[in-house]
């Protein structure tokens, strides 16, 4: 088995060539911070509005080198997430949310037909699926019987015949994508177009310039080689805008990690799993999984570690204990799976927010925005908050601009070091009791009561 930071989504497609760096002092009308997804998305945004807007993105290492090109690819809508943001935000908003989510979806597989980018688009439900009893019910709650729709533990089997499915729930809308196909096609289009992406850009200061003559409070981005002088700036840089001082207190870092089977079409077709459908469990932490175009399945889990002061790297690229972890959770879903190969294993950080739901928040008096907190669900999410980002940084005042995660009331997380303290010993308990109740019985009772304990405070652990 290979660990590997980057992943194999990234292996396979290739990485291109690194970009040549920000040096010198330039202009734009939009500056860019990250590219990733959700930068991408933003400028390829602009572009289509205001095809003669200056766009510039700078990327500290490589686009879709971070969380957008080794994700797990399963391209979801918000529906599930339905009743968090119905309890957010009221109905109305929440729907409103969740149909531009569905569109998204479908936008991105228009997106890669119309540019001619393989990038494995495929569309099928997504399933959240009990896999022990403690988990049944699990995703029930966003059941509306036409987006949402439940399933008997004969039909989940039907999708997928692991002995441990209990019954579950079917989101209609959905698809899976290979995650760097997507983010180097994306990079490659913007440059087509004329967009200027600077790589090996961290940007280390980004701020509004008053003094300047002729545009009073255009924003300015710093890298260690230039400066990037623009009307109005996005940040785009998931978990690192942990390290933000305005924003850290608003969204805690842990990282996901996922092994990746050697090509196992006899099981795939054994399981009867071929409709392509993406698969969650029903834990807080969950398991993710889903099969591949060449034969594989990728299964990954949320219960990583907490990184303190909103660190990426290390462990939070590649954890052993957490990847053998996962190793024997993949044998305890699919038995059939204990004696194949594993040929690759991978993590990345993951930027939760207390509420589970991103936000966009309006910086330096509306001159620059900020969308994060997608908590393991932004590969969709991310598309649809570029569509807000984008008409914010030019002003057009349309429906994305006041959908509902733009500006949400503020909550904030406890600070370091309590915050990782606390997050870590409650996770741990978490993931202890529900190991247990897998293997049918109960942790002893401290760990019970910790794992227990966030949901009676009304809080949101971390997956
Ligand atoms: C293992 C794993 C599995 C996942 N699986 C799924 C999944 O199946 N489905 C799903 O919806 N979501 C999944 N996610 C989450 C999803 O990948 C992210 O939510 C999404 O990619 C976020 O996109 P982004 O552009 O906001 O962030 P990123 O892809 O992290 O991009 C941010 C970019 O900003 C750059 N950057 C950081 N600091 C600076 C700076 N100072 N200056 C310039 N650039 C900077 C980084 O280098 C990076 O390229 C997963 C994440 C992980 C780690």
């Known amino acids: 088995m290979i660990h590997d930071a980057h992943g194999w989504w990234i292996a396979d497609a290739g990485a291109p060539a690194l970009l040549p760096s ?15 997804y959700t930068g991408l998305w933003t400028a390829w945004e602009i572009a289509e509005a205001e095809p003669n807007a200056h766009v510039a993105v700078l990327e ?3 686009c879709g080198m971070g969380p957008s090109g080794r994700n797990g690819g399963f391209l979801s809508s918000l529906w599930l997430y339905l009743p968090l943001l119905r309890g957010q935000y009221g109905e109305a908003a929440a729907v409103e949310l969740c149909e531009a989510s569905v569109e998204s979806v479908h936008a991105v597989g228009a997106w890669c037909e119309a540019q001619e980018v393989d990038a494995w688009y495929r569309e099928a439900p997504h399933l959240v699926v009990s896999c022990a009893p403690g988990q049944d019910g699990a995703g029930a709650r966003a059941v509306n019987g036409r987006d949402v729709v439940p399933l008997t533990a004969a039909e989940t089997r039907a999708v997928c015949d692991s002995p441990v499915f209990r019954g579950g729930v079917a989101t209609r809308a959905g698809a899976t994508v290979h995650p760097a196909r997507l983010a180097f096609g994306l990079r490659e289009r913007l440059l087509e177009r004329g967009v200027r992406i600077f790589e090996g850009s961290a940007v280390r200061a980004l701020h509004a310039d008053r ?5 009073p409070g ?8 230039g400066r990037v002088r623009a009307a109005t700036a996005v940040v785009a840089v998931n978990a690192a805008t942990g390290r933000l001082r305005r924003l850290r207190n608003r969204l805690t870092v842990s990282s996901s990690h996922i092994v990746l089977t050697a090509p196992v079409p006899d099981v795939i077709e054994a399981l009867g799993w071929t409709g392509g459908e993406a698969i969650t469990d029903g834990r807080a932490l969950l398991h993710y999984f889903r099969t591949t175009r060449d034969g594989r399945i990728l299964f990954g889990w949320g219960g990583g570690r907490m990184s303190a002061g909103g660190r990426t790297g290390g462990r939070m690229d590649v954890d052993p204990d957490i990847i053998a972890q996962t190793r024997r959770s993949l044998d305890r879903i699919f038995p059939a799976l204990a004696d194949r190969r594993i ?4 993590g990345g950080p993951i930027d939760v927010s207390p509420t589970h739901l991103p936000a966009i928040v309006t910086l330096e008096g509306g001159r620059a925005w900020a969308a994060f907190g997608y908590t393991g669900n932004g590969v969709g999410p991310s598309h649809l908050a570029a569509r807000s980002l984008a008409s914010l940084a030019l002003d057009r005042r349309d ?12 909550k904030t997380v406890p600070p370091e070091p309590l915050r990782v303290a606390g997050a870590t010993v409650l996770r741990a308990a978490l993931a202890r009791s529900e190991s247990a109740a897998e293997a049918g019985g109960r942790a002893d009772p ?16 971390v997956r």
């Open 22 to 36: 920000l040096a010198g002092d330039i202009e734009a009308d939009v500056v860019v911070v990250g590219g990733g």
């Open 446 to 461: 401290v760990t019970e009561a910790l794992a227990a304990l966030p949901e009676k405070l009304g809080l949101h652990i």
């Open 60 to 62: 500290a290492d490589r």
């Open 211 to 215: 003094t300047h003559p002729e545009a």
């Open 218 to 225: 255009a924003m300015v981005a710093e890298t260690a080689a």
């Open 399 to 410: 429906a994305p601009t006041r959908w509902a995660w733009v500006d949400p009331p503020p």
């Open 343 to 346: 040929d690759h294993a991978w």
